[in-house]
């Protein structure tokens, strides 16, 4: 029998009760599905920052590196931690060091939500560069403090990082439905983003059974709104995918349902699945936070660890549960009543 060892971060706010909520149907299907998953906590969090003033060891990284996976809550609280400390202290480091480098966000609207649009037909896979671009961190202040205060922040584009998510855009779209939309805004960035359409047009003539589309971020933003059923795959920067991403998680239905999934394609490191909704301070230790982002993460998670016949019980489970109502208004269900709504669609 197959077994997973997973290490799980819980992270902050509502992060412990999604991923708590997740485990649990994760726990089910692999036990009757014929494969064990273990899991390992580890309490890294603003909580952990407040205590160690880290928000994870310094040998953080080591330590999950033995894993198969990583799926995590959130990470984030704002009013004690600032942003920029708990994304650069944990999230960051561990898409980098474990060369993370596409993040996949699926964009469709489960049998029974309503979308705040009127096209209720529509299958977006958005493929966000994940580990260099406007998030490269390079750059700095000087002057500090004074009126002559200068700040720096450089985006960093290579060949290699640029090519290999285009590819992996490329791949995706030839098991999807064939085309690929390419996003920039190389008008006005006329180095680092015409660099990425012209390392689009090379791959291009790779994938020639591929459609190929560029378009700049505004437009992209548009079409997301007006005709998001004309798009496949959606390839962007890390920037930029991570503005059109929460764009698209509105799309269907708000952020309670966008799953994302941080990947090595490569395998030589573990991947880390997390819902994207944040730790939502406001509602934290409610129990009325939803968890189908996060449990629709950990199918992302077992059919990247090749039980896909699992992931898709997962996903049939969330519809059934789903068309039932059960999670589709926010705040009306408790955190529990949909877990178990999911259960029992899984029997």
Not at 17 to 26: E, I, N, P, Q
Request: hydrophobic fraction near 45%; charge should be negative.
């Amino acid at each position: 029998m197959k077994c997973y060892s997973i290490a799980l971060i819980p992270g902050d706010g509502i992060g412990r009760d999604v991923t708590d909520a997740a485990w649990h149907v994760l726990s089910t299907v692999a036990m009757h599905s014929g494969f064990t998953l273990t899991g390992t906590p580890f309490p890294w969090s603003c909580a952990f920052y407040k205590e160690t003033g880290a928000m994870m060891p310094a040998d953080g990284i080591e330590a999950l590196r033995p894993f198969d996976a990583i799926l995590l809550g959130s990470v984030g609280w704002p009013a004690q931690v600032p942003d920029s400390i708990s994304l650069h202290g944990l999230l960051l480091p561990i898409r980098k060091a474990f060369v993370q480098y596409a993040n996949i966000r699926p964009h469709r609207l489960l049998p029974g939500v309503e979308g705040p649009l009127r096209a209720s037909d529509f299958d977006i896979l958005c493929v966000r560069e994940n580990t260099e671009g406007e998030y490269s961190g390079a750059g700095g202040r000087v002057h500090q403090g004074t009126p002559g205060e200068v700040a720096v922040e450089t985006s960093i584009f290579t060949r290699a990082g640029v090519e290999r998510i285009q590819r992996f855009g490329f791949e995706q779209a030839r098991q999807r439905r064939g085309k690929l939309a390419s996003v920039t805004k190389s008008n006005a960035q006329k180095y680092s983003m015409v660099f990425w359409d012209e390392v689009t047009r090379e791959l291009a003539a790779e994938y020639r059974d591929v459609e190929v589309t560029s378009y700049h971020i505004d437009a992209m933003a548009a079409r997301m709104v007006m005709a998001p059923e004309s798009l496949d795959v959606v390839v962007a920067s890390n920037l930029f995918g991570d503005i059109l991403t929460d764009l698209g998680a509105a799309i269907q239905g708000g952020l309670g349902f966008a799953a994302s999934a941080n990947i090595n394609p490569d395998r030589g490191a573990p991947s880390m699945f997390e819902p994207v909704h944040g730790s939502a301070p406001d509602i934290a230790h409610l129990g009325i936070a939803n968890p189908i982002a996060a449990i629709w993460s950990g199918a992302m998670m077992l059919e990247h660890l090749g039980e896909k016949e699992a992931a898709g019980m997962i996903i049939a489970a969330l519809e059934r549960a789903t068309i039932r109502g059960i999670g589709t208004v926010p705040g009306k269900d408790r955190t529990e009543t949909i877990t178990a709504a999911v259960l029992a669609a899984l029997d």
